[in-house]
């Protein structure tokens, strides 16, 4: 049985503050995301691709509607653009 699920990159965010980079992946169905948090300096020589495969109990269940329907939009379209290891 696969246990993995396919995400696409929604949103990217850079952090002033805490020197942090932001990356949240989530389902075409915009219901489950996967954020990651690393330093600018851990993201240095990192490839950023359009999509990840990721065990589906990583995934968390986005909470609202107005998020999952972003989500959702944002997925799809990056599903739609981008082979899932094309760098973005």
Do not use: C
Request: glycine fraction near 6%; hydrophobic fraction near 30%.
């Amino acid at each position: 049985m696969d246990d993995t699920e396919r995400v696409w990159l929604v949103e990217r965010s850079y952090g002033t503050d805490e020197d942090l980079v932001t990356l949240v992946y989530a389902t075409t169905d915009g219901e489950r995301h996967l954020t990651k948090q690393l330093s600018h300096r851990m993201l240095r020589g990192r490839d950023v691709t359009a999509a990840r495969n990721v065990d589906a109990d990583r995934l968390e269940t986005v909470g609202d509607a107005e998020t999952r329907d972003r989500y959702a939009t944002e997925a799809t379209r990056m599903a739609e653009g981008h082979d899932p290891d094309e760098i973005v």
